[in-house]
């Protein structure tokens, strides 16, 4: 990364690395898919420590859960220090994808093959930030009808 994604503390912008990992993302989601999809949600973004000036930077995604036409796509992005081969975790993130149509409607994509351990991990994991995702949508909305307040 360069000194033109940079900000004035000379590390990387973090809009700079979201935009990456939602190129990561979709990459993932096209990939399994196999039809082009639109991020629907950035579930989690982490910035563990800075990516600086001169890292050569690597983003991982894969795809960690299946819905009907809704994907979570896990993104690992890492930072080498190319003089000294330092590599450091600096970000994750969690995505929902959604997969559409050749008419732009959500259109389903086939089921997730697990195969390992580690696998069916990502695949629970990802069932729980769903179903935390979808309870605190409720209970917003529950509060906010408690009271008299639109929910949009
Ligand atoms: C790659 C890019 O950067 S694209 C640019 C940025 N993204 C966009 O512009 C997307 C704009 N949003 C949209 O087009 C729409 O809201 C869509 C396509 C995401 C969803 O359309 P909807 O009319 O709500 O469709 P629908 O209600 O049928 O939901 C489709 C799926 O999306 C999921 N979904 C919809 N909204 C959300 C959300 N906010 N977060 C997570 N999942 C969502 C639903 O759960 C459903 O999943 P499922 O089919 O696996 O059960």
């Known amino acids: 990364m360069g000194v033109g994604d940079a900000n004035a503390a000379g590390f990387i912008h973090g809009g700079t690395i979201m935009k990456l990992v939602d190129e990561a993302a979709g990459l993932a989601a096209i990939r399994h898919g196999h039809s082009r999809v639109v991020t629907a949600g950035v579930d989690r973004m982490t910035f563990l420590v800075p990516v600086n000036i001169g890292d050569l930077v690597t983003f991982r995604s894969r795809v960690n859960a299946v819905w009907r036409s809704s994907m979570e796509v896990g993104?690992?992005?890492?930072?080498?220090?190319?003089?000294?081969?330092?590599?450091?975790?600096?970000?994750?993130?969690?995505l929902t994808m959604v997969a559409l149509d050749a008419d732009g409607r959500p259109t389903a994509v086939p089921p997730l093959e697990?195969?390992?351990?580690?696998?069916?991990?990502?695949?629970?994991?990802?069932?729980?930030?769903?179903?935390?995702?979808?309870?605190?949508?409720?209970?917003?909305?529950?509060?906010?009808?408690?009271?008299?307040?639109?929910y949009g």
């Open 114 to 150: 697990t195969t390992s351990p580690d696998d069916e991990r990502r695949e629970r994991e990802a069932q729980l930030r769903r179903r935390n995702r979808l309870a605190e949508r409720e209970a917003v909305r529950a509060d906010r009808a408690a009271k008299g307040e639109d």
């Open 75 to 94: 993104v690992r992005v890492e930072a080498e220090n190319p003089r000294t081969g330092e590599i450091r975790h600096t970000n994750s993130a969690y």
